[in-house]
């Protein structure tokens, strides 16, 4: 399903890999030895009553009212046979509705119901040969879930009633929720065929599962009958109600032409034909990916619930809040489509594995941005969602957690969309696209119509690719956190015949992970002067790995992760710069300001790293780098080209914040001590840079602009430098003189030296506070200062030429 809001709901699974625990807690008994024979991740006491018996079809018969009484009324039909011998009653979940009666043909069974779970008794014990069929006949208020989000709705909508269900329950525990509407076993592993026959007022349509069977008026009431044949969960049966008006199409199909039903009132019909002008191409796409559409039909039904949409077999619920929007096409249209491959014929085994579900689905509708507009937007979305995660993800959802796992208020959560959707885009990345989707079809091949968890997921991957996939799962699906990977050097041998080595040191960090990564696939770009590039890639274990390269040619610029196939815990993005002016970097996390494009355009790349940089080699003066995050600047720079380059340092605790907690270290009182520190590569040491210009927005935000973008990495630090800003009050014993004009001063000033200054003449600008907002060597007598972005007030400069010294207030007005 597709989701705009998350609730949060208490710890529930227990996690089991192969016999080895990897939860907190532990499970005794018979239980937890059965979870761990038949090879379930995590222990799940819904699903083992479909041990006990096959439920083999409802038939759900109802009158469904108005708003006006929020009424349901009829019975449910439940056919089911024993799988073990000696069954004495069955046990159904129903949620808060009045039992009227329970029958067996025209027997009167007894029953005992506690508004969540019907038991019913048979007059004899049932066996293996036996197929039975009782009849609940029931009525009442059904229920929303207390979150909102699920359950059976009644609405009126600007005169139009709707009554419409939505099957899982963000809050409900379990959240199939079934039960709200029938009896039912209410779990993610019993599949069930359907038949409903739905009875309304003659103003309204009732849209179900499957295919329509007859539509009869009689009187005031119009009864539909609707059957699906292909074996379902509890949570994607459907119904919807309302004045709908039906949208016919068609789709030529991998197994033949199939119908296409968008069903809405007839005031929203032509917005729907517009919010879904490609959804046969993206039905295309999803059959080129993963196979044969296995459905009878495509369905697609507008209802009145604006947070989000619900895969229901067939019958997808789609809120009317957003048709027509193309901006919601890949996350509401194609993700719920894309279920019907992963949620719906391929469905997870318990909610700690919905990742299977959700996240398949949410890294589906990337790939339909790639079909429809190209690989760019798809990496475009890749990657913005990626850098929301690093910087996020484990503080929104209480830490690095793994995708499968998750507890059970977490499982419609960010780890479960989004982070699974990273690790299906990396796992891409690793197989490579013809693997990728040759494991994906056999997946839906051999798994169809089953549950399935992590595990198996792996090994029918491995099956359909004749890849080894233990060390991707163990790493990126059953642990939190990422790895983070550079090159650490590069040197370039010349061999005969024109060609080079180019011998490589590529070393591994950890981002909230427990352990390094084994046998991660990486790809070094190699580009030449001309931008064109190769590509070569290598296998990397361990912290640190050296490998060795042959090339056609004499490289000038080589990239790791250039086409960013494997997300790891870093942010990057590459331009082509023509032209002077500003420049955003959003993944980067920096703006720039081109002041001298050069003699041709240059190529950039921006890598902004979530973990710590290398330490210092020598740190006499006791500088403190950030422990927290770095950047890294490469690329191909024309000769003559001039940058700044500014960096936002943000220790707020505030999650909306573009910048926040990246910073939270270096400080942890103010950002008086705050400065950017420099090296070339690995091989350098960090330097502070003395030349910049600081702006405080406030105690601890604000930024530092360097008047020189050069190739190299970037990292935040506190100073321990004390000659680098003189305190207020300090006392002149050797004077120097200097003219400052205009002062007060309004955008820029002039500082003119009565002698020339010396290789270590300096020049600090402060608040009356004491912090440093600029500073810089001075290498001419007259200097002149860019003052516009500071605001009106007092100010105190500050100069340092040899053994001599300057105090000034400058007044901005």
């Known amino acids: 399903m597709a989701k705009t809001i998350l609730n949060r709901y208490a710890l529930a699974g227990l996690l089991l890999l192969q016999g080895l625990q990897l939860a907190k807690g532990q499970v005794a008994g018979c239980q937890a030895l059965r979870s761990m024979q038949t090879n379930s991740l995590y222990y799940s006491a819904e699903n083992l009553r479909s041990d006990t018996f096959d439920i083999l079809k409802y038939t759900i018969n109802l009158e469904i009212g108005n708003s006006a009484t929020n009424l349901l009324k009829g019975n449910a039909q439940v056919r089911f046979a024993p799988k073990?011998?000696?069954?004495?009653?069955?046990?159904?979940?129903?949620?808060?509705?009045?039992?009227?009666?329970?029958?067996?043909?025209?027997?009167?069974?007894?029953?005992?119901?506690?508004?969540?779970?019907?038991?019913?008794?048979?007059?004899?014990?049932?066996?293996?040969?036996?197929?039975?069929?009782?009849?609940?006949?029931?009525?009442?208020?059904?229920?929303?879930?207390?979150?909102?989000?699920?359950?059976?709705?009644?609405?009126?909508?600007?005169?139009?009633?709707?009554?419409?269900?939505?099957?899982?329950?963000?809050?409900?525990?379990?959240h199939n929720y079934g039960r709200t509407w029938f009896p039912c076993f209410d779990n993610f592993v019993e599949r069930s065929k359907y038949e409903f026959n739905i009875t309304c007022d003659s103003t309204r349509r009732s849209y179900c599962n499957?295919?329509?069977?007859?539509?009869?008026?009689?009187?005031?009431?119009?009864?539909?009958?609707?059957?699906?044949?292909?074996?379902?969960?509890?949570?994607?049966?459907?119904?919807?109600v309302a004045a709908?008006?039906?949208?016919?199409?068609?789709?030529?199909?991998?197994?033949?032409?199939?119908?296409?039903?968008?069903?809405?009132?007839?005031?929203?019909?032509?917005?729907?034909?517009?919010?879904?002008?490609?959804?046969?191409?993206?039905?295309?796409?999803?059959?080129?990916?993963?196979?044969?559409?296995?459905?009878?039909?495509?369905?697609?039904?507008?209802?009145p619930f604006s947070s989000g949409a619900m895969e229901h077999a067939t019958n997808i619920s789609y809120p009317r809040a957003f048709i027509g929007n193309l901006n919601y096409e890949a996350d509401l249209m194609a993700h719920e489509l894309s279920h019907h491959w992963w949620g719906d014929v391929v469905t997870c085994e318990t909610q700690e594995d919905m990742w299977?579900?959700?996240?398949?689905?949410?890294?589906?509708?990337?790939?339909?941005?790639?079909?429809?507009?190209?690989?760019?937007?798809?990496?475009?979305?890749?990657k913005t969602e990626h850098d929301n995660l690093l910087h996020y993800l484990h503080k929104t959802e209480g830490g690095f957690r793994a995708i499968s796992g998750v507890p059970h208020d977490l499982t419609y959560g960010d780890h479960v969309y989004k982070k699974g959707a990273d690790v299906a885009h990396t796992l891409?990345?690793?197989?490579?696209?013809?693997?990728?989707?040759?494991?994906?079809?056999?997946?839906?091949?051999?798994?169809?119509?089953?549950?399935?968890?992590?595990?198996?997921?792996?090994?029918?991957?491995?099956?359909?690719?004749?890849?080894?996939?233990?060390?991707?799962?163990?790493?990126?699906?059953?642990?939190?956190?990422?790895?983070?990977?550079?090159?650490?050097?590069?040197?370039?041998?010349?061999?005969?015949?024109?060609?080079?080595?180019?011998?490589?040191?590529?070393?591994?960090?950890?981002?909230g992970a427990p352990s390094l990564y084994n046998n991660v696939p990486l790809e070094v770009a190699f580009f030449q002067s001309n931008w064109n590039k190769t590509v070569r890639r290598v296998v990397m274990s361990g912290a640190t790995g050296n490998f060795t390269i042959t090339l056609p040619f004499l490289p000038v610029?080589?990239?790791?992760?250039?086409?960013?196939?494997?997300?790891?815990?870093?942010?990057?993005?590459?331009?082509?710069?023509?032209?002077?002016?500003?420049?955003?970097?959003?993944?980067?996390?920096?703006?720039?300001?081109?002041?001298?494009?050069?003699?041709?355009?240059?190529?950039?790349?921006i890598v902004h790293n979530y973990v710590k940089p290398d330490p210092f080699k020598s740190n006499a003066q006791g500088h403190k780098l950030s422990s927290q995050h770095f950047w890294k600047v490469e690329g191909i720079l024309s000769p003559g080209f001039v940058s700044k380059i500014r960096f936002n340092y943000d220790g707020n605790k505030n999650l909306s914040g573009t910048y926040a907690y990246l910073d939270t270290l270096n400080t942890i009182v103010n950002a008086d001590s705050i400065r950017v520190f420099y090296r070339k590569d690995a091989a350098d040491d960090w330097q502070i840079v003395r030349s910049f210009h600081k702006v405080n927005s406030t105690l601890r935000t604000g930024y530092i602009e360097l008047d020189t973008l050069k190739l190299g990495e970037y990292t935040f630090g506190n100073h321990g430098d004390t000659t680098i800003a003189l305190s207020i009050g300090q006392q002149t014993k050797n004077p120097l003189k200097v003219s400052v004009f205009p002062n007060p001063a309004?955008?820029?000033?002039?500082?003119?030296?009565?002698?020339?200054?010396?290789?270590?003449?300096?020049?600090?600008?402060?608040?009356?506070?004491?912090?440093?907002?600029?500073?810089?060597?001075?290498?001419?007598?007259?200097?002149?200062?860019?003052?516009?972005?500071?605001?009106?007030?007092?100010?105190?400069?500050?100069?340092?030429?040899?053994?001599?010294?300057?105090?000034?207030?400058?007044?901005?007005?």
């Open 244 to 303: 709908y008006t039906q949208v016919n199409w068609s789709a030529n199909t991998l197994t033949g032409v199939k119908p296409v039903i968008l069903a809405a009132v007839s005031s929203d019909t032509s917005a729907m034909k517009t919010g879904f002008v490609h959804l046969l191409n993206c039905i295309q796409g999803f059959e080129n990916d993963y196979g044969p559409y296995r459905w009878n039909r495509f369905g697609y039904c507008l209802v």
């Open 428 to 511: 891409r990345g690793y197989m490579g696209d013809s693997a990728f989707f040759a494991g994906a079809k056999y997946t839906q091949q051999h798994n169809a119509f089953q549950s399935l968890n992590s595990l198996q997921f792996r090994d029918l991957m491995q099956a359909g690719s004749g890849q080894s996939l233990s060390d991707f799962y163990n790493n990126w699906v059953l642990s939190g956190g990422w790895p983070h990977f550079a090159i650490d050097s590069v040197r370039y041998i010349s061999q005969p015949g024109g060609t080079y080595q180019a011998v490589i040191s590529i070393k591994q960090k950890l981002f």
């Open 557 to 605: 610029y080589h990239a790791l992760n250039y086409d960013s196939k494997i997300s790891d815990a870093s942010s990057h993005e590459a331009k082509t710069v023509k032209a002077t002016g500003a420049i955003t970097w959003t993944l980067g996390k920096v703006y720039t300001q081109v002041l001298n494009k050069g003699a041709d355009s240059s190529l950039i790349r």
């Open 84 to 174: 073990m011998n000696g069954r004495n009653y069955i046990r159904l979940d129903l949620l808060r509705l009045t039992v009227d009666s329970v029958k067996e043909n025209s027997t009167l069974l007894t029953r005992t119901y506690n508004d969540t779970v019907l038991k019913v008794n048979f007059t004899a014990p049932k066996n293996t040969t036996d197929t039975s069929v009782i009849t609940i006949y029931y009525h009442g208020v059904p229920q929303i879930d207390a979150t909102g989000w699920g359950g059976f709705y009644f609405d009126n909508t600007q005169g139009a009633e709707y009554a419409y269900n939505l099957g899982v329950g963000f809050g409900a525990s379990p």
């Open 356 to 382: 299977i579900n959700e996240g398949m689905a949410t890294f589906s509708s990337y790939l339909f941005l790639e079909w429809q507009y190209g690989k760019a937007r798809y990496l475009n979305s890749v």
């Open 210 to 240: 499957g295919q329509l069977i007859s539509d009869v008026v009689t009187g005031a009431n119009r009864t539909r009958k609707w059957v699906l044949n292909e074996q379902i969960p509890s949570y994607l049966a459907s119904v919807a």
């Open 746 to 813: 309004r955008h820029i000033c002039t500082i003119a030296l009565s002698e020339a200054p010396a290789k270590d003449c300096f020049l600090t600008l402060m608040s009356v506070d004491g912090k440093t907002l600029m500073s810089r060597p001075i290498n001419t007598q007259s200097t002149t200062l860019n003052i516009a972005d500071l605001s009106k007030g007092n100010y105190l400069l500050k100069l340092q030429n040899g053994d001599k010294l300057y105090s000034q207030k400058l007044l901005l007005d």
